[in-house]
């Protein structure tokens, strides 16, 4: 089961770095599903910072950087990925 937690609004390539606007929360720890045109993996989210501060958790509305696993797009999509 997949609830959809943000949009990707920036993605910093040479670092692997995304940017998350969250429209619900997220925590480390959390299994992720990035999707859109180009793209599609699945991973956990290992660290996120707000300003270089690294934060545990985030709620809707903030927007976190995030290391990803593979290359992501602007506007590709963010879910929490919950086995059912």
Do not use: C, W
């Amino acid at each position: 089961m997949e609830q959809l937690v943000g949009k990707i609004t920036h993605y910093f390539p040479k670092i692997g770095v995304a940017v998350v606007k969250l429209s619900a929360n997220l925590r480390q720890g959390d299994q992720i599903v990035v999707k859109g045109t180009h793209t599609g993996f699945r991973q956990t989210v290992s660290s996120m910072q707000i300003e270089h501060a690294s934060i545990a958790q985030a709620t809707p509305g903030q927007e976190v950087g995030m290391k990803v696993a593979q290359p992501v797009h602007v506007g590709d999509q963010v879910f929490r990925f919950q086995a059912k």
